[in-house]
């Protein structure tokens, strides 16, 4: 391979710092021969091979320094290793580049061949895992192979296979027909029962080691903590009302509460738009029921008393201290008979418009969260038979569709925010069954996915008790709204349950990845970029060989190879 322009302009004007002049006269032409036949990519790449030859010949490993140096008979392994112990002992930095380069300048000298960064293949069904294998099996595989089922080798699987996918024939596994056709010839209650009694994975007690990057990032935290709290919070500008809807500003512009003196108002309405207007309401419902929060917070305030470090009215710095806000949340679950649900509501929606008052907010890290157990298949069908018992018909059309579309496509609380009736289409085929599919238009993962059959009846019930348009959305009336639903459904006795949403879509994922469906379209189909919550749901999975699949596949009247040769035969006979 010859060296471009760039890379044999760089050899040419390197100039070491650690060889005298007479020295680098004698090995220049060795040295920047041997680098460029190294085949360097990249300019760095040249010079970094250049630095480590010339960090060899000036140690004494060799070279007289009284003729040109013969790199071949220089580039030892102990040599090398030598240089490297010194060089460590020395304090010096990227110990690791110069064992890298200095390697392939032994390789190239030695005109052996360059050593494959890739010491592990991956197992043979790995490298087919386009075709009909689930991730069970491909965990399987790995297991077999030797190597760890961790997020990082399930993330190279799912990398490889991307790239298989990306074009020929295996392009026709990311058909939405292939995904139907898989799911339609599986047996859906034999998948589930593989986990019907799921084993739970044991983590270690011993703290895991952090990496130096992630130690560096710490120690900056606390130092921006410590800074934040010794030099306190930086307000957020004056916010704009001309950023809100017109009917949000007049509601607001007219807002005034009940119960309130006009001389108390005159001193509140203030810093009770401020908190409002920062938040950026989008409807007028909203807008008026974080005013009445607000109001009700700052009254409270107004009658505490005022220590020599904080005299006269309140100001907006004042509203930033948390500590006055939970005491707040403390006297009225003290003193109001409102419920617990109503005051935390109550906290969570002053939290958020305090913290819209600060300009440089705390970057709160978040922590791994372990994913909780999926439903088992008599949950399932509990659930299924609850959500067809409801007492209203509101609770019952948003059951069926959260646990439909939850269950059966795997859609988050997200997703279920931007889906509207029009969204969800029957669809059919030649050689398949009739399937439904929901599309979500919006979001952090836009897609189509497949409704399992199971829970299709769930999902076409709801659509039957939609009361709106086909282009209302089917849970709400917000788009793009933080909260989805508070669902609870109610038991014969009247006992109250509530859906976990993350669970059902855990279910979902746990169910799929038993079918012999290619990863690419699984996390497609799942709105992931990466494999690692199907690898967190591998512990619960038993590695057993499933029961054979009763077919759904519509029937194909097209007879076979072997069934045309038996027809052949009789006809001879």
Same mark, same amino acid.
């Given at each position: 391979?010859?060296?471009?322009?760039?890379?044999?302009?760089?050899?040419?004007?390197?100039?070491?710092?650690?060889?005298?002049?007479?020295?680098?006269?004698?090995?220049?032409?060795?040295?920047?021969?041997?680098? #460029?036949?190294?085949?360097?990519?990249?300019?760095?790449?040249? +010079?970094?091979?250049?630095?480590?030859?010339?960090?060899?010949?000036?140690?004494?490993?060799?070279?007289?320094?009284?003729?040109?140096?013969?790199?071949?008979?220089?580039?030892?392994?102990?040599?090398?290793?030598?240089?490297?112990?010194?060089?460590?002992?020395?304090?010096?930095?990227?110990?690791?580049?110069?064992?890298?380069?200095?390697?392939?300048?032994?390789?190239?000298?030695?005109?052996?061949?360059?050593?494959?960064?890739?010491?592990? +293949?991956?197992?043979?069904?790995?490298?087919?895992?386009?075709?009909?294998?689930?991730?069970?099996?491909?965990?399987?595989?790995?297991?077999?192979?030797?190597?760890?089922?961790?997020?990082?080798?399930?993330?190279a699987v799912a990398a490889e296979a991307a790239a298989s996918t990306a074009r020929g024939r295996a392009a026709r596994?990311?058909?939405?027909?292939?995904?139907?056709?898989?799911?339609?010839? $599986?047996?859906?209650?034999?998948?589930?029962?593989?986990?019907?009694?799921?084993?739970?994975?044991?983590?270690?007690?011993?703290?895991?080691?952090?990496?130096?990057?992630?130690?560096?990032?710490?120690?900056?935290?606390?130092?921006d903590t410590l800074r934040r709290a010794t030099s306190g919070p930086v307000l957020a500008p004056e916010p704009d009302?001309?950023?809100?809807?017109?009917?949000?500003?007049?509601?607001?512009?007219?807002?005034?509460?009940?119960?309130?003196?006009?001389?108390?108002?005159?001193?509140?309405?203030?810093?009770?738009?401020?908190?409002?207007?920062?938040?950026?309401?989008?409807?007028?419902?909203?807008?008026?029921?974080?005013?009445?929060?607000?109001?009700?917070?700052?009254?409270?305030?107004?009658?505490?008393?005022?220590?020599?470090?904080?005299?006269?009215?309140?100001?907006? #710095?004042?509203?930033?201290?948390?500590?006055?806000?939970?005491?707040?949340?403390?006297?009225?679950?003290?003193?109001?008979?409102?419920? $617990?649900?109503?005051?935390?509501?109550?906290?969570?929606?002053?939290?958020? @418009?305090? #913290?819209?008052?600060?300009?440089?907010?705390?970057?709160?890290?978040?922590?791994?969260?372990?994913?909780?157990?999926?439903?088992?298949?008599?949950?399932?069908? *509990?659930?299924?038979?609850?959500?067809?018992?409801?007492?209203?018909?509101?609770?019952?059309?948003?059951?069926?569709?959260?646990?439909?579309?939850?269950?059966?496509?795997?859609?988050?609380?997200?997703? @279920?925010?931007?889906?509207?009736?029009?969204?969800?289409?029957?669809?059919?085929?030649?050689?398949?069954?009739?399937?439904?599919?929901?599309?979500?238009?919006?979001?952090?993962?836009?897609?189509?996915?497949?409704?399992?059959?199971?829970?299709?009846?769930?999902?076409?019930?709801?659509?039957?008790?939609?009361?709106?348009?086909?282009?209302?959305?089917?849970?709400?009336?917000?788009?793009?709204?933080?909260?989805?639903?508070?669902?609870?459904?109610?038991?014969?006795?009247?006992?109250?349950?509530?859906?976990?949403?993350?669970?059902?879509?855990?279910?979902?994922?746990?169910?799929?990845?038993?079918?012999?469906?290619?990863?690419?379209?699984?996390?497609?189909?799942?709105?992931?970029? $990466?494999?690692?919550?199907?690898?967190?749901?591998?512990?619960?999975?038993?590695?057993?060989?499933?029961?054979?699949?009763?077919?759904?596949?519509?029937? *194909?009247?097209?007879?076979?190879?072997?069934?045309?040769?038996?027809?052949?035969?009789?006809?001879?006979?």
């Open positions: 391979m010859t060296p471009n322009a760039q890379v044999i302009a760089t050899l040419a004007a390197y100039v070491p710092r650690g060889l005298p002049a007479g020295a680098w006269a004698l090995a220049a032409d060795p040295v920047r021969s041997l680098a #460029a036949r190294t085949a360097p990519h990249d300019p760095a790449r040249a +010079r970094g091979v250049a630095w480590a030859l010339c960090v060899l010949l000036a140690g004494p490993y060799g070279w007289d320094r009284q003729n040109a140096p013969d790199l071949r008979a220089l580039l030892t392994p102990p040599a090398i290793q030598a240089v490297l112990d010194v060089h460590v002992a020395g304090g010096g930095r990227s110990a690791d580049h110069l064992a890298r380069h200095l390697t392939q300048a032994r390789r190239t000298a030695h005109a052996l061949p360059a050593r494959s960064r890739r010491t592990h +293949r991956m197992p043979a069904i790995t490298r087919t895992s386009t075709c009909e294998t689930s991730v069970v099996e491909v965990a399987r595989a790995l297991t077999s192979a030797g190597r760890p089922v961790t997020r990082s080798t399930l993330g596994t990311l058909e939405l027909t292939y995904t139907a056709r898989i799911l339609q010839a $599986t047996d859906e209650r034999s998948t589930e029962a593989v986990h019907a009694t799921p084993t739970h994975a044991t983590r270690s007690n011993s703290p895991a080691r952090t990496s130096m990057r992630a130690e560096r990032a710490a120690r900056k935290a606390e130092r009302p001309a950023r809100l809807p017109a009917d949000v500003r007049a509601a607001l512009a007219d807002y005034y509460p009940r119960g309130v003196p006009g001389r108390l108002w005159a001193e509140l309405r203030p810093l009770t738009m401020r908190l409002v207007i920062g938040s950026n309401p989008a409807t007028v419902n909203i807008a008026r029921t974080r005013a009445t929060a607000a109001v009700g917070y700052l009254r409270w305030l107004h009658t505490q008393p005022t220590g020599p470090a904080n005299p006269g009215p309140l100001s907006v #710095a004042d509203l930033v201290d948390l500590d006055l806000l939970e005491a707040y949340i403390t006297h009225r679950r003290r003193t109001s008979g409102a419920s $617990t649900a109503s005051i935390s509501s109550t906290r969570s929606l002053l939290r958020a @418009l305090v #913290a819209a008052l600060d300009a440089q907010p705390l970057a709160v890290p978040s922590r791994y969260t372990p994913l909780r157990g999926p439903y088992s298949p008599e949950e399932c069908e *509990d659930l299924l038979e609850l959500v067809a018992n409801q007492p209203s018909r509101a609770r019952q059309r948003t059951g069926a569709l959260v646990v439909g579309l939850a269950l059966g496509a795997g859609l988050a609380a997200r997703d @279920l925010r931007y889906v509207r009736a029009c969204d969800i289409v029957e669809r059919d085929a030649d050689t398949l069954l009739p399937y439904l599919t929901v599309t979500v238009p919006a979001g952090p993962a836009p897609r189509t996915v497949i409704i399992r059959d199971t829970y299709a009846p769930a999902v076409r019930t709801g659509l039957a008790l939609h009361e709106g348009a086909e282009t209302d959305l089917l849970i709400g009336r917000l788009e793009g709204r933080k909260n989805v639903t508070t669902l609870r459904l109610t038991t014969a006795d009247g006992t109250p349950v509530k859906l976990d949403i993350a669970r059902l879509r855990t279910t979902w994922l746990f169910a799929m990845i038993h079918v012999a469906i290619p990863l690419p379209r699984l996390l497609a189909d799942a709105g992931l970029t $990466t494999a690692a919550t199907l690898a967190d749901l591998l512990p619960y999975a038993r590695h057993v060989e499933p029961e054979p699949a009763q077919t759904r596949t519509a029937p *194909d009247i097209t007879p076979t190879t072997s069934e045309r040769a038996a027809r052949s035969t009789e006809v001879t006979r």
